[in-house]
């Protein structure tokens, strides 16, 4: 298969495993009370699924290293539909986060084997620019996904959320079935899969940019656990309403995907890794000098963290590619342990932004203002040459 083909097929499946993030949010009240439980409760259901989505990439990267990527890519596609289409048949909050769990492993071994098969057919700037079409299919899950959702709950129920996105998987598995991906020849090594992480793990031209990409994601996983609280609560916005924010969101990570992807051979991936940063500062430092002068006006919020989402949509796939070209290792073992990193630093940010989750917006935006910082402060010290 071709890299263009190849391309195609991951972005659908990224996108898919991200609806999974978002695409309920809209419906987290119904869903609270057709479980007898709190929204706060629920809300806890997204962390759970980053859990299970940053705990078993270091053994899918392994598995793909060893028996194909096409193999762990079908099983993980199978377990993530088959938890969508059991989740609405719980009734129960403990039955609800378990499979939300199980919902998250399969969307874990997803996204590692798009990166997997992006690192395959591309390397430098152009892995860069292949990677920020992933950006896209994040965003638009992200953003019109949740629009999607509060569309299907609204007039379906929120039941038929699940069952379509289960459906829809199986599909992708089927499809994913009868094509072939053409593997990169590697160097093959006998040290265990550990060691080899931890060599990874410990080299800085890896570490600082794996780090600043997940800080800067951390800032999308904190607003998207609390702001549902805050603008549906003490602005009560309805469901459609909090969908709709869907559609700024996604045209601000669109807008900064395709200046990666139009721009990173030109410009080069440092400085627009630098901007990027600078950027999700400036939005998160505006929602927090909002959330303490004008809490009462909502576009002080939701704007800023526009900007914010601008920023990392130029962020992440060049800290992706950094982090994957700074490895001493190549493989699928760098794009594991990347997303590893990932989906471990959202599932803590989120159990924070669950914690600290309050009527008043001003402790979500300090908690995204600091998290930005670091973004900062890693991208500052990440070498700007990766010695080969």
């Known amino acids: 298969m071709n890299a263009s083909a190849t391309l195609l097929i991951t972005c659908c499946t990224v996108f898919l495993a991200q609806l999974g993030m978002s695409i309920y949010l809209p419906a987290l009240p119904e869903i609270a009370g057709h479980l007898h439980a709190g929204p706060a409760q629920v809300a806890w259901g997204l962390s759970i699924y980053l859990v299970g989505m940053a705990l078993p990439m270091l053994l899918w990267g392994s598995l793909a290293q060893r028996i194909g990527r096409k193999p762990v890519l079908l099983a993980a596609l199978g377990l993530y539909g088959a938890a969508n289409l059991a989740l609405p048949l719980g009734s129960t909050l403990e039955s609800f986060l378990l499979l939300r769990l199980i919902q998250g492993v399969g969307a874990s ?28 299919s994040f965003v638009v899950a992200l953003g019109i996904g949740q629009y999607l959702g509060s569309i299907i709950q609204v007039t379906l129920g929120w039941q038929t959320i699940f ?3 289960g459906i829809t998987c199986l599909l992708m598995a089927m499809i994913v079935f009868r094509v072939n991906f053409a593997t990169l020849e590697e160097a ?10 931890r060599r990874i793990l410990i080299h800085r031209a890896f570490l600082l940019p794996a780090l600043a990409g997940g800080l800067g994601y951390g800032v ?3 607003f998207n656990t609390a702001a549902p609280l805050i603008l549906q609560g003490p602005f009560n916005w309805s469901t459609v309403d909090y969908g709709l ?41 505006v929602m927090l000098l909002g959330s303490l002068t004008a809490s009462s006006i909502a576009l002080m919020l939701w704007l800023p963290y526009c ?39 959202a599932a803590m940010i989120g159990a924070i932004a669950s914690l600290v989750a309050s009527p008043s917006a001003w402790p979500l935006a300090l908690l995204c203002s600091l998290l930005a910082v670091g973004a900062m402060l890693c991208v500052t010290f990440t070498p700007t040459r990766v010695s080969p």
């Open 220 to 222: 999308i996983i904190a």
């Open 245 to 285: 924010l869907g559609w700024p969101i996604s045209a601000a990570y669109f807008l900064g995907a395709l200046v990666v992807n139009r721009f990173v051979l030109r410009t080069g991936q440092h400085r627009l890794m630098t901007l990027g940063v600078v950027l999700v500062m400036a939005g998160c430092g």
């Open 307 to 345: 900007v914010a989402v601008f920023g990392q949509s130029l962020n992440y796939p060049i800290s992706l590619s950094r982090a994957n070209d700074g490895a001493p290792i190549a493989g699928a073992y760098a794009m594991a342990l990347s997303g590893f990193i990932h989906q471990l630093m």
């Open 188 to 197: 093959q090594t006998n040290a265990s899969a550990w060691l080899i992480y």
């Open 163 to 165: 069952y379509l996105l």
């Open 109 to 136: 071994g997803i996204s590692v084997m798009a990166r997997v098969l992006i690192r395959d057919s591309f390397r430098g700037d152009l892995l860069a620019k292949a990677l920020s079409w992933i950006s896209i």
